[in-house]
């Protein structure tokens, strides 16, 4: 299956679940990869959500996971290793060396809270020992909250959480004591602040019991506040030029983030950020909006990316120069080649059969089909609009150990001359329909008697299945519209049919799409009664 995506989603949180989720339902082919380390996995629940209040995390993905995979969204369980490429044709390696390409990126990887190095934080970090209020001070009201001074923002979060409680006190830990003002802030509000150095957590059974000081004390505590750097998880995307930047709350640094624009976009095209790696505030349901938000996005651009295709396409179709020129501009774009290099499935099903002989491979591009053909034993003769494609066709025959005939010519009006094919083919060549039963007409006239003349094309049935392709429906054809176009006199059809094979699904898990295929084989001429003598 292809490989091929209009967006990979690197993480599978809530922003890129729902990233994903709006272009599975826009009909986009997307794959989401994620090494499974959710950020909220210690936490029993998640809360704020409308709707999914107390909802364990594991819940929620796993029924997101779900939701996408019914639109068609590939789930790739896995670590990125190395993402690579430009706008367009972006690389995305995994540590399984699965290499998955897409047209655009976002990334949701989310954010790493580097805790306080205090025994038993870490442990009992996400049950009973908590930053954001917002998320879990309902759980813990009433009861005896201390909050360990790690840095500026400590200060704000001991008066935030005594919203919550009454019984509140502030550890000075290593922290120098609160400004006067501060303090009578504190005293005011009935935060008692506690001197000395934490050394660690106390606990019974698992659960907290208290603080301790070095001292020796032991404060009685039900639940623990500390204040985390938040770091983004973006090292992966370095290669690309994206490098995380410090993340700022007035003047105090609480970590680093990805910067993007108001549309979510990063500063390198094509590459979108959401959820908590770009915004180290974002609950779920935040970055699950903001997941929405860029996919709306990533699509509109997509949208003027295909509009712009779709026009090349026409004009290519119809002004020769324009044509050669832009079949040229595609392939140098591309430093290795454009295709995959392998045999088109067609092909190798319908001329594995087949005697070797003489072939012409029209429309050869990078030679996949050729190389194969001369592998086999044929003689195979690769033409194509693009001097750069068959280069590299010529490059890649003389690696098989083949040698392939190259001719540059454009196929919408070349004619055979007296040269004859044995087999004449031609894979994903398409025409307008002005032009296409001309082109498969002078094909055929260059089919010898007793050869196959075997044409693939994308069936035009396929744009009504949400597969996006540039142009209409008309543009593409049918097997039965194929043979149509032969003379039944001289030629006897053998196969005429639009062969579904498996595809990426964009709306029902895996979808079937359509080959439009024709084989059929020249007659040999009639022998009249004279001529036997």
Not at 135 to 154: F, K, M
Request: charged share 20%.
């Amino acid at each position: 299956m292809d490989e091929t995506y209009d967006v990979v989603v690197i993480g599978g949180g809530a922003a890129g679940l729902s990233g994903a989720l709006a272009l599975g339902r826009a009909r986009r082919s997307v794959a989401v990869v994620d090494e499974g380390t959710p950020r909220n996995a210690p936490a029993h629940a998640m809360h704020n959500y409308l709707g999914r209040d107390g909802t364990p995390p594991a819940d929620l993905l796993a029924a997101g996971r779900a939701e996408v995979a019914g639109y068609g969204v590939a789930l790739v369980d896995g670590t990125v290793t190395a993402v690579g490429g430009s706008v367009g044709a972006f690389t995305v390696e995994t540590a399984a060396g699965r290499v998955l390409r897409a047209r655009r990126l976002l990334v949701t990887t989310g954010l790493t809270d580097e805790l306080p190095e205090i025994p038993g934080v870490r442990e009992l970090w996400g049950t009973d020992v908590l930053h954001c209020p917002y998320c879990h001070g309902w759980e813990v009201r009433d009861q005896a909250i201390g909050v360990v001074a790690t840095g500026p923002l400590s200060l704000h979060q001991a008066q935030l959480w005594r919203q919550w409680s009454a019984d509140v006190v502030l550890f000075q830990h290593t922290a120098d004591a609160p400004p006067a003002d501060v303090a009578e802030a504190l005293a005011a509000r009935g935060v008692r602040v506690v001197t000395g150095e934490v050394v660690a957590l106390e606990t019974d059974g698992g659960r907290l019991t208290g603080v301790r000081l070095a001292s020796g004390e032991v404060v009685p505590r039900a639940a623990v506040v500390v204040a985390p750097r938040f770091t983004a998880r973006s090292a992966v995307l370095a290669d690309l030029g994206i490098e995380a930047e410090p993340f700022r709350m007035g003047e105090v640094v609480m970590g680093t983030h990805v910067p993007v624009d108001a549309r979510g976009a990063t500063a390198v095209p094509g590459v979108w950020a959401a959820g908590n790696v770009t915004d180290l505030g974002a609950q779920v349901v935040s970055s699950a909006a903001a997941g929405l938000w860029a996919a709306g996005q990533i699509n509109a651009d997509l949208l003027a990316e295909d509009t712009r295709l779709a026009v090349d396409v026409l004009r290519a179709q119809t002004d020769p120069v324009y044509g050669e020129q832009w079949w040229e501009e595609r392939y140098r774009s591309h430093a290795h080649t454009v295709w995959s290099g392998r045999v088109n499935d067609v092909l190798a099903t319908e001329a594995a059969d087949l005697p070797p002989g003489r072939a012409l491979d029209a429309g050869a591009g990078e030679g996949g089909d050729a190389v194969w053909l001369a592998r086999r034993g044929w003689a195979v003769t690769a033409l194509d609009l693009s001097r750069t494609a068959l280069d590299r066709a010529a490059a890649a025959a003389e690696a098989a150990g083949v040698a392939l005939d190259t001719r540059q010519a454009d196929v919408s009006s070349w004619e055979p001359g007296d040269e004859r094919w044995d087999l004449v083919t031609a894979s994903f060549l398409h025409f307008l329909p002005a032009t296409r039963d001309d082109v498969l007409r002078r094909l055929a006239t260059a089919v010898a008697p007793g050869g196959t003349l075997l044409v693939t094309m994308h069936d035009g049935g396929d744009l009504s299945r949400g597969v996006q392709r540039p142009g209409l429906p008309e543009w593409y054809a049918t097997g039965e519209q194929l043979a149509a176009v032969l003379d039944a006199g001289d030629w006897e059809v053998e196969v005429a049919e639009s062969r579904p094979r498996e595809a990426r699904g964009h709306e029902h898990g895996s979808v079937h799409v359509a080959d439009a295929v024709l084989r059929a084989r020249r007659r040999q001429p009639a022998v009249s009664p004279s001529s036997r003598g």
